[in-house]
C-alpha cells in the first residue's frame, strides 16, 4: 500500500493530520473518508486494514485523526460531537480542492453517526458505510455513565475510556444528546450499508435495525458475524473492506479507466513496513505476500507460489487445449506442484554432478473423465509442452534498469 500524509485545518484553525491510501494504478476508482470509533485514530487496526483493503482494491481513502485525537491538534473533551462531524465536511473540501470530491463515507462506531450527519451536508457523498454504529450519539454516554453526574454538576470531568483519560465537557454530552440521527437518515436519499455484529457488546445490533428501519432504499444490511464491536480480529476488518468494495460497485459504478500497463507488461508496487506486493497487469490487480512466520501478513500467495501457479495454470491450460482438438471429453484437470532446491547430482535429469543446487520442479495431473492409459500417456507429453515450461527450461536472462520516461515511451 501507498500512504500519503497530509494535514488540514479545522474550523478553529488547528492542524489535523491525515492519511491517504492510494490505489496501485493511482487512477481511484472514486475517493473516499473514513471516520473512526469514538477516541479511536487513524492508526487503530481497524481503520488501517480496512482502508489498505479497498486501496488494494482500487479505492482512494482517506483516514484522519479528529480533533485532539491521535496526531491532531485541539482539545477533544471540548471540541463536542458537533467538531467531529464539522471535520469530516472540511475533510471532504481539501479531498475535492487538493483531489477530487469523495463518493463515499464510511464510520466506525460514533464515526458512523457522524458520516451520516456529514453526509446530509454533502452533495458529492452518494453512498454511506456504518460499522457498529450507534442508531443515536447519545448511546457513548454509556461508555461514561458513572461519571456523567460529575460532568453536569461540575461542568467537565476526567473520565477513563479504554484505558485512556479524557476530559468531557457538560457540552459534549448536551452536544451527543441533541442530535436525531433517526428523523435525519428519514429524510436523506443516499445508498446506505449497515455493517454490524450479532455478538456487539458495546453497541447492540439492534442499533443497525434502527437505522435500517428509519432509511429508505437503497440499503442494505450486512452481519458481521462473530466479530466484536472494534473488529480486533484482522480477518474481520479486512473482510469488511471487501464486502464495502463489492458494494459499492452497485451504487458507485465507475467507468474502467485506462492504466497505466500496457501490452504484456507487470507492475508490482510495494510501500510500508511490510512485504504486502501489489500486483497489476493491465486488466487485473492481485497481492502477494510472505507468511507472517517471516514478517509477512499473509494476504495473499507468496512469490515462489505464483511462479508455481504460472506453470500450473499455463499446464492445464494447454491440456485443456490439446483435449479439445481431439475431441476428448475432460470433465476436470488437477495441476498439483512442489518446488525445491537440490543438489545437482541428485537430480536424475542433470547430467553434470557439480556439487551446486538447482531449482526442481515436481508437477503432478489428476484428470477427470473418461480417459485411457493411452491418453494419459499423451497428456503427460504434452504438459512438457506447454510455453511457461518451455520457457523455463530456455536459458534465461534478467536485465533491471531504472525506470525512466524514455524507457516507458515518455510515461513516469
Known amino acids: 500500500m501507498k500512504i500519503q500524509e497530509l494535514f488540514f485545518t479545522n474550523a478553529s484553525g488547528e492542524k489535523l493530520s491525515a492519511r491517504l ?4 494504478d493511482e487512477v481511484p476508482r472514486f475517493f ?21 483493503r479497498l486501496s488494494q482494491l482500487g479505492v482512494a481513502v482517506m483516514s484522519f485523526d479528529f ?17 467531529n462531524v464539522s471535520d469530516l465536511i472540511l475533510a471532504s473540501q481539501f ?4 483531489f477530487e470530491a469523495p463518493k463515499l463515507i464510511i464510520g466506525h462506531s460514533l464515526g458512523g453517526a457522524a458520516a451520516i450527519l456529514a453526509a446530509a451536508k454533502l452533495e458529492s457523498i452518494q453512498a454511506v458505510v456504518t460499522i457498529g454504529a450507534p442508531s443515536q450519539p447519545n448511546h457513548v454516554k454509556r461508555l461514561f455513565a458513572n461519571d456523567v453526574d460529575k460532568i453536569e454538576k461540575e461542568g467537565s470531568a476526567e473520565v477513563n475510556i479504554g484505558g485512556r483519560p479524557f476530559t468531557l465537557s457538560y457540552e459534549f454530552i448536551q452536544d451527543l444528546e441533541s442530535q436525531n440521527l433517526l428523523e435525519l437518515l428519514h429524510g436523506m436519499r443516499k445508498a446506505f450499508l449497515f455493517m454490524h455484529s450479532p455478538q456487539d457488546s458495546i453497541v447492540d445490533i439492534s442499533n443497525a435495525a434502527d437505522l435500517y428501519q428509519a ?8 452481519s458481521l458475524d462473530k466479530a466484536d464491536h472494534l473488529l480486533g480480529d484482522p480477518n ?6 471487501e464486502v464495502i468494495s463489492s458494494w459499492s460497485k452497485k451504487y458507485l459504478p465507475t467507468e474502467v479507466s485506462e492504466n497505466d500497463v500496457q501490452g504484456h507488461e507487470v507492475k508490482v508496487r510495494l510501500s510500508g513496513d511490510s512485504y504486502t506486493a501489489e500486483v497489476m497487469t493491465p486488466f487485473h ?50 495441476v498439483y506442484l512442489n518446488h525445491e532446491k537440490i543438489h545437482q547430482n541428485d537430480s536424475v535429469s542433470v547430467e553434470d554432478s557439480k556439487n551446486s543446487k538447482l531449482s526442481k520442479f ?42 525512466t520516461p524514455e524507457s516507458t515511451g515518455g510515461k513516469e
Open 21 to 24: 491510501y492510494h490505489p496501485l
Open 32 to 52: 473516499a473518508i473514513f471516520a473512526h470509533c469514538f477516541t479511536c485514530s487513524k492508526n487503530f487496526k481497524a481503520v488501517t486494514n480496512i482502508s489498505d
Open 67 to 83: 480533533t485532539g485525537l491521535g496526531r491532531s491538534d485541539g482539545d477533544f473533551g471540548e471540541s463536542g460531537f458537533s467538531s
Open 95 to 98: 479531498l475535492e480542492e487538493n
Open 215 to 222: 432509511a429508505f432504499h437503497p440499503k442494505s444490511f450486512i
Open 236 to 241: 474481520e476488518s479486512r473482510y469488511a473492506g
Open 285 to 334: 490487480h492481485l497481492i502477494a505476500d510472505e507468511p507472517e512466520s517471516v514478517g509477512g501478513n499473509n494476504l495473499g500467495p507468496t512469490p515462489y507460489d505464483l511462479l508455481l501457479a504460472s506453470l500450473g495454470t499455463c499446464t492445464a491450460m494447454t491440456l485443456k487445449m490439446y483435449a479439445n482438438r481431439k475431441g476428448w471429453a475432460l470433465e476436470e484437470i488437477n
Open 362 to 403: 515436481t508437477r503432478w495431473l489428476e484428470i477427470k473423465g473418461d480417459v485411457t492409459d493411452e491418453m494419459k500417456e499423451k497428456l503427460l507429453e504434452i504438459a512438457d509442452k506447454c510455453p511457461v515450461h518451455k520457457t523455463l527450461h530456455e536459458q534465461i536472462t534478467v536485465e533491471t534498469f531504472f525506470k
